[in-house]
């Protein structure tokens, strides 16, 4: 097997998703979704109904952030897997960092594969987000 240039079993990327998310971009966010759970959008509600300290961010905001950065890694059109779990909530303010570990390498029907572990943790390395992925490459 040729191996995908580029990519080495153990090898960790690591991606920068935001610096100091803003309630804007959460907001924002509920209205691409359709999500406007107020635990989300309504600081009143998150506080004094939800007992939470502030409004959070979606999970899947938080999902997609890390999917568009895999997507980036990979080049359009090459995730044919992607899942994970949500750890932790997201807070304005946070800012998240993505990795990607490189766990597998492997060939099917022909194609190069690459299996990853991935981690979004916030500014004080909380995972909050974490899963695995498949990715094709152009092998080399």
Same mark, same amino acid.
């Given at each position: 097997?040729?191996?995908?240039?580029?990519?080495?079993? /153990?090898?960790?990327?690591?991606?920068?998703?935001?610096?100091?998310?803003?309630?804007?971009?959460?907001?924002?966010?509920?209205?691409?979704? /359709?999500?406007?759970?107020?635990?989300?959008?309504?600081?009143?509600?998150?506080?004094?109904?939800?007992?939470?300290? *502030?409004?959070?961010?979606?999970?899947?905001? *938080?999902?997609?952030? *890390?999917?568009?950065? !895999?997507?980036?890694?990979?080049?359009?059109?090459?995730? *044919?897997?992607?899942?994970?779990?949500?750890?932790?909530?997201?807070?304005?303010?946070?800012?998240?960092?993505?990795?990607?570990?490189?766990?597998?390498?492997?060939?099917?029907?022909?194609?190069?594969?690459?299996? !990853?572990?991935?981690?979004?943790?916030?500014?004080?390395? &909380?995972?909050?987000?974490? /899963?695995?992925?498949? &990715?094709? &490459?152009?092998? /080399?």
């Amino acid at each position: 097997m040729t191996v995908p240039v580029g990519f080495s079993v /153990g090898e960790c990327r690591q991606v920068v998703l935001v610096e100091d998310l803003k309630r804007t971009q959460i907001v924002q966010y509920a209205g691409a979704s /359709g999500d406007f759970n107020p635990l989300h959008t309504d600081e009143r509600y998150a506080v004094e109904v939800a007992k939470s300290p *502030t409004v959070f961010a979606h999970g899947m905001l *938080t999902a997609g952030m *890390t999917g568009m950065a !895999l997507a980036d890694l990979a080049g359009e059109g090459h995730v *044919t897997q992607f899942g994970g779990r949500f750890l932790e909530r997201v807070w304005p303010g946070d800012s998240l960092y993505a990795s990607f570990t490189v766990t597998a390498i492997k060939t099917e029907n022909d194609k190069a594969l690459i299996d !990853l572990d991935l981690v979004t943790r916030n500014q004080n390395d &909380v995972p909050v987000f974490s /899963g695995r992925a498949t &990715v094709t &490459v152009a092998s /080399g």
